[in-house]
């Protein structure tokens, strides 16, 4: 930006029509700028504005999505994401400091934590009533509203997210029936819960990075609560919690806190920005979260000090799918794998299994192997220096592939090795002509949409990798490995 410099009366007379024109524009746009910078969720002047006059129909300020974007157009722009953070004096909740900032803490603070998350954060006298979805917060001038979870262009995932509302505490407010030193930390497993990968990135990984800060001494109530999901993942929920995980939604309690934090903040899909955190902490601390919280031995994937321990050998687990993306020549691999020297195993983890118990599996692995699909994100309980071989399956999918588990593999400290299909690997050709779109125009598909894309090369798609090429692979995996050094 260029800098302005004062104009003196008499160089204002000696201004031309047009340089006044460009003056007065310049004020305007400094105004637009201000009103941006200090707009409660850092939205442009128009933005603002269209919500200024919607709040003025309703009576309350209200979380706007920014787009309506399909699930694949989102996970490629969320290369981009750019979190604004509130200001300094807005970012600690119940954290110590001057005065001054202790005040300015006490004002609710809604903000968009990111393109796909919307938080909200106030200190002060705060009553949570679970049935009717409301916070009653003092002191608070205006109300808010917020649906918390991370996924806030995908209105679908919205539609199964309860809406929760803060409101200035009145005089006709029920009394306090719980009391809490702890933070309320309100979040949703509505949404796309129930799949692995949303289950992290959507939920628990934005959970880890908002709880955090708190050190344990933080309360998850938890909106649209699913018990199976919940138990699911308890262990995780009790090493960032020092409390209770409650079930807010059918909570007849007021329970109240010093503060409360309405909806998770996330980053980057599988990820933690470390520069975005308050003490730098990053997937490397998340991933020593899990191996606490579920008991895993293995932070490294080296091999065993005894010489006669079968994990002298690498261990290579295949991730097996039989729904679709399935592996047609699985034994084949296996045997092929075994031929190479490694320690083979086969999982096929589904929503019935045991988290704590495939944990410790891919955990024992020094090389994971698996189809594009949910059941790669089990990555996160690999061993740091382990590789992670993801099959894209045909179709133009690299793109999918980069941003889901390519990416990610980098911050968890996880060698990562691809292995594309090629049409002659894939069923698709022997489900269309050779000369259909679906094989010479996979982008025709693309441009199709996130559904016509998802039906054709994820949902009626097989696979039989070549065992010559994918030798290579395993091979490439082995070097990746210290196994081989040792004595």
Same mark, same amino acid.
């Given at each position: 930006?260029?800098?302005?410099?004062? %104009?003196?009366?008499?160089e204002?007379?000696?201004?031309?029509?047009?340089?006044?024109i460009?003056?007065?524009?310049?004020?305007?746009?400094? %105004?637009?700028?201000?009103?941006?910078r $200090?707009?409660?969720?850092?939205k442009?002047?128009?933005?603002i504005?269209?919500?200024?006059?919607?709040?003025?129909?309703?009576?309350?300020?209200?979380m706007?999505?920014?787009?309506?974007?399909?699930?694949?157009?989102a996970?490629?722009a969320?290369?981009?994401?750019?979190?604004t953070?509130?200001?300094?004096?807005?970012?600690?909740?119940?954290?110590?400091?001057?005065?001054?900032?202790?005040?300015?803490?006490?004002?609710?603070v809604?903000?968009?934590?990111?393109?796909?998350?919307?938080?909200?954060?106030?200190?002060?006298?705060v009553?949570?009533?679970?049935?009717?979805?409301?916070?009653?917060?003092?002191?608070?001038e205006?109300?808010?509203?917020?649906k918390?979870?991370?996924?806030?262009?995908?209105?679908f995932?919205?539609?199964?997210?309860?809406?929760?509302?803060?409101?200035?505490?009145?005089?006709?407010?029920?009394?306090?029936?719980?009391?809490?030193?702890a933070?309320?930390?309100?979040l949703?497993?509505?949404?796309f819960?129930?799949?692995?990968?949303?289950?992290?990135?959507?939920?628990?990984?934005?959970? $880890?990075?908002?709880?955090?800060?708190?050190?344990?001494e933080?309360?998850?109530?938890?909106?649209s609560?699913?018990?199976?999901?919940?138990n699911?993942?308890?262990?995780?929920?009790?090493?960032?919690?020092?409390?209770e995980?409650?079930?807010?939604?059918n909570?007849?309690?007021?329970r109240?806190?010093?503060?409360?934090?309405v909806?998770?903040?996330?980053?980057?899909?599988?990820?933690?920005d470390?520069?975005?955190?308050?003490?730098?902490?990053?997937?490397?601390?998340f991933?020593?979260?899990?191996?606490?919280?579920?008991?895993?031995?293995?932070?490294?994937?080296?091999?065993?000090?005894?010489?006669?321990?079968?994990?002298?050998?690498?261990?290579?687990?295949?991730?097996?799918?039989?729904?679709?993306?399935a592996?047609?020549?699985?034994?084949?691999?296996?045997?092929?794998?075994?031929?190479l020297?490694?320690?083979v195993?086969?999982?096929?983890?589904d929503?019935s299994?045991?988290?704590?118990?495939?944990?410790? %599996?891919?955990?024992?692995?020094?090389?994971?192997?698996?189809?594009?699909g949910a059941?790669?994100?089990?990555?996160?309980?690999?061993?740091?220096?382990?590789?992670?071989?993801?099959?894209?399956p045909?179709?133009?999918l690299?793109?999918?592939?980069?941003?889901?588990?390519?990416?990610?593999?980098?911050?968890m400290?996880?060698?990562?090795?691809?292995?594309?299909?090629q049409?002659?690997e894939?069923? %698709?050709s022997?489900?269309?002509?050779?000369?259909?779109?679906?094989?010479?125009?996979?982008?025709s598909?693309?441009?199709?949409?996130?559904?016509?894309?998802?039906?054709?090369?994820?949902?009626?798609?097989?696979?039989?990798?070549?065992?010559?090429?994918?030798k290579?692979?395993f091979m490439?995996?082995?070097?990746?490995?210290?196994?081989?050094?040792?004595?």
């Open positions: 930006m260029k800098s302005n410099r004062n %104009l003196t009366r008499g204002g007379r000696r201004l031309g029509n047009a340089a006044l460009a003056f007065m524009l310049g004020s305007l746009l400094l %105004l637009s700028l201000i009103r941006a $200090f707009s409660p969720i850092g442009p002047g128009d933005a504005e269209a919500e200024e006059q919607q709040a003025m129909g309703k009576g309350s300020v209200k706007q999505t920014l787009e309506a974007a399909d699930e694949a157009a996970s490629a969320e290369e981009e994401e750019d979190e953070k509130p200001k300094a004096a807005d970012s600690a909740v119940g954290g110590g400091g001057t005065a001054g900032v202790a005040d300015h803490l006490s004002k609710p809604c903000y968009e934590s990111s393109r796909r998350s919307d938080t909200c954060e106030a200190t002060g006298d009553r949570v009533h679970g049935r009717s979805q409301t916070i009653h917060i003092t002191p608070l205006q109300e808010w509203k917020v918390p979870y991370c996924r806030k262009h995908d209105a995932a919205l539609s199964h997210v309860k809406e929760w509302t803060l409101r200035p505490l009145s005089g006709a407010a029920a009394d306090c029936t719980v009391n809490s030193s933070t309320a930390f309100v949703s497993t509505g949404g819960t129930g799949n692995p990968f949303h289950d992290y990135t959507d939920v628990l990984i934005p959970a $880890f990075i908002t709880a955090h800060r708190f050190a344990g933080v309360q998850f109530l938890v909106s609560f699913k018990s199976w999901w919940t699911r993942y308890l262990q995780i929920f009790q090493r960032l919690s020092k409390y995980v409650v079930d807010i939604d909570d007849d309690e007021v109240c806190y010093r503060s409360v934090v909806g998770p903040t996330f980053h980057k899909e599988l990820g933690v470390a520069s975005k955190t308050a003490s730098g902490y990053s997937m490397v601390d991933r020593a979260m899990l191996r606490g919280a579920f008991g895993l031995e293995r932070a490294a994937a080296e091999p065993s000090g005894d010489r006669w321990d079968i994990r002298r050998r690498p261990r290579l687990l295949i991730i097996s799918r039989h729904s679709s993306r592996f047609l020549n699985e034994h084949a691999m296996a045997d092929m794998a075994m031929s020297g490694f320690d195993r086969v999982g096929e983890p929503v299994t045991d988290v704590s118990k495939f944990a410790r %599996l891919v955990n024992s692995a020094d090389v994971m192997v698996g189809v594009h059941g790669l994100t089990n990555m996160v309980f690999l061993p740091a220096g382990a590789v992670l071989i993801q099959v894209v045909y179709g133009g690299e793109w999918l592939a980069r941003g889901t588990f390519k990416e990610p593999a980098a911050d400290q996880i060698h990562y090795l691809e292995y594309m299909i049409l002659d894939t069923t %698709l022997e489900q269309y002509p050779k000369d259909d779109p679906v094989l010479k125009d996979p982008y598909i693309h441009k199709q949409g996130w559904n016509a894309l998802k039906s054709v090369y994820l949902d009626k798609q097989d696979v039989r990798p070549h065992l010559g090429r994918l290579n692979t490439e995996a082995l070097k990746l490995l210290p196994h081989g050094q040792a004595n």
